[in-house]
């Protein structure tokens, strides 16, 4: 028995203690990398769902913004081509009458003629009133001796008065019968030139220069004196002269683009017959009032027609490039809003938030529009809004496709 093993003073044996245990190395090892393992799994499991849960917040986030495209203002054109149909006009035109009843002898014209002021188109045999006229001749000079006698009696008796050999009351007898023959011998004269007058009718003369766009007479045709100028029946009416060295155009100015229809305003006509060609123009005059009817500025344009490829009577367009009064800008159509309190546009601030803006619309350029006032070039104006957009709704901004200055070109061109 050993030391460990002796009794104690009781006589019993004393109890061996146990031995202290003793930890593997390895098996620490394995736990650690246990437990490094148990966190590498958590990790991929839990990082991929947080990661997951941002992008899908993330998403709704972004789905939930609108998305917009915007376009900027572009300064309006400086100058508007107005384009107004009309009809060229003969700058003079005349329907010609008889002034004498009578046949018609010759004419010397017909349509298409090329004629000057004072030219004789036609003559009319009036044998009748050549007759009227030698009678009147003859009474004048009737009356021309009644008052030569008169005269000459007349004197002789105021020289008898001076001598007291007639009476006072026979002397002024024989002055008025003298005056009496002097007025009947002016009476007589004016008929002869009433007569000659009428006499000169019977050859029909152009008025003017111009050509003769028409003849409605020949040759033994009774025609009377007078007619109606401007009637519906041309039934008296013998000819008819235009002058076409230079047309008239009216056309009618709407009353937003009436104060500048001025002489200073550049114009052009075209017309179907001559595509792609320009006559140049002018603005001669305007009514200087507007039509309270149509609310327009009725404007006569003179156009030169010296080689007379205009045609009176033709339609034709009038092209007026009118300077606008004040700068201005310009959007697409699609971007305004039609509101009970007027028409807007949605434009996006700096913080990405809706703020809608009432203007002023200007010229209509179709698929553009001029707004005369509400915007500034720096404003990004939304393309496209829909009607339940509202004010201060946060946006995004899409990319656009075009560049805005070249949308505004195209739409111009």
Sequence with gaps: MNDFDSPDDTGAPH??????????????KTGFVLAALALALLAAGVVPRLHASRALAAQTAQQATLAVSVVQPQP???????????????YADAAIYARTTGYVAHWYTDIGTHVTAGQVLADIAAPDLNAQLDAARADAAQAAAAYAYAKSTAARWQTM???????????????????????ALAAAQANVARLAQLVSFEKITAPFDGVVTARD?????????????????????????SQTQTLRVFVDVPQDAAPQATPAAQVWLTTQQYPGRRFAARVARNAGAIDPVSRTLRVEIDVDNAAGALLPGA?????????????ALEVPASTLLFRPDGVAVATVDGRGRVRLKLVHLGRDFGTRVEVASGLVASDRVIDNPGDSIVDGEAVSIAATTGAPQDAAKAAHS
């Excluded at 008065?161 to 007025?183: E, P």
């Excluded at 045709?221 to 039934?235: H, I």
Aim: aromatic share 2%; hydrophobic share 40%; charged share 15%.
């Design 15 to 28: 109890a061996t203690p146990a031995a202290p245990p003793v930890r593997s190395r390895g098996r620490g």
């Design 76 to 90: 309006a054109p400086a100058e508007q081509e107005l384009v107004l149909p009309g009809a060229a006009t003969p």
């Design 161 to 183: 008065l001076q001598s007291q050999s007639v009476a006072q009351q026979d002397a002024d007898a024989k002055t008025s019968d003298m005056q009496t023959k002097q007025a």
């Design 217 to 241: 007479v020949d040759v033994g045709a009774l025609v009377t004196a007078g007619g109606t100028p401007g009637s519906a029946s041309a039934a008296n009416e013998l000819f008819h002269v």
């Design 315 to 327: 339609y034709v367009q009038a092209h007026l490039a009118l300077k606008t009064a004040a700068p």
